[in-house]
């Protein structure tokens, strides 16, 4: 199946947000057909904060490194760093030439939200570069509680999808009322990040077609190696891990392809 194919299953895609090769191939054995990144984890690699235009580079070195893997790939481009709709294209016009099959794109900057054609612009700017590539806008509203109410939501949506968006990225919004009307109104397939409380059937009854676990992954895994160092120090029984050898397999398998 096709990256596009994967939102328009018999339940929502849940996509597993990866910040390196070892993740990555982590999520790949688990099962996943399609691996995205997390701009927060890829900036918080490099000792930086997210959100701040410096996973630019990071990403192109991750995008080629997972173009070896058998599953598609999505990256998280945060604003698309730059405020120019031809920079973001060529940007992403470099993520496709390693098979990069789509990426995600925030209608915000600095923790603003910009205006709706500015981000419409670059939307259609990477589709006139990159049509092969399935653009996930983002509609920061919710996330930054700025003017978060469905309607202001849904007419960023909808300015997007007419300027060729694939998808579109509401985080933040969590309330089954709010998901429902959005889900309802908006015209191509509703992403939202992992929900306590309403699993991922629920979210697809709601009309929820893509499911991102965003840096839940990688803060996890951050607060499982202090755990298991603090347990090392206090004397406790440490938690369990993957083994050595496991993981060890796993990246000895990807050098070989």
């Known amino acids: 199946m096709t990256f596009r194919d994967l939102h328009h ?5 849940v996509l597993p947000n990866a910040w390196d090769v070892p ?13 995205g990144t997390t701009s927060f984890g890829v900036a918080s690699g490099l000792g930086r ?11 192109l ?13 999505s990256v998280d481009i945060e ?20 098979d990069v099959a789509g990426i995600n794109i925030e209608d915000s900057t600095g923790g603003r939200l910009v205006p709706p054609r500015a981000h419409a612009a670059k939307v259609a700017a990477i589709k006139e570069r990159c049509p092969g590539v399935f653009v996930n806008a983002r509609v920061d509203t919710y996330w930054l509680g700025q003017e978060a ?9 909808a300015r997007y999808a007419e300027a060729g968006a694939d998808g579109v990225f509401v985080p933040g919004a ?3 009322d709010v998901l ?3 889900a309802g109104s908006i015209p191509v397939p509703l992403n939202v990040l992992v929900i306590p409380g309403l699993p991922v059937a629920e979210l697809g009854r709601l009309g929820v077609r893509r499911v991102s676990t965003g840096s839940l992954p990688y803060r996890a895994a951050i607060g499982a190696a202090v755990e298991a160092a603090d347990a090392a120090r206090a004397g406790r029984a440490v938690p369990a891990a993957p083994p050595y050898a496991e993981m060890q397999a796993r990246l000895l398998r990807y050098e070989k392809n």
């Open 49 to 59: 904060a997210d959100g701040g235009r410096s996973t630019g580079d990071a990403n």
């Open 174 to 176: 969590a309330e089954p």
């Open 149 to 157: 109410t469905v309607a202001e939501t849904l007419a960023r949506a």
């Open 23 to 35: 993740s990555a191939l982590a999520f790949l054995d688990a099962g996943f057909e399609a691996i």
């Open 79 to 98: 604003d698309g760093y730059a405020d120019e709709p031809d920079r973001v294209a060529g940007y992403v016009a470099a993520l496709a030439a390693f």
């Open 61 to 73: 070195f991750l995008a080629r490194s997972l173009s070896r893997l058998p599953c598609h790939v």
């Open 180 to 182: 429902r009307e959005l």
């Open 9 to 13: 299953g018999d339940r929502p895609l």
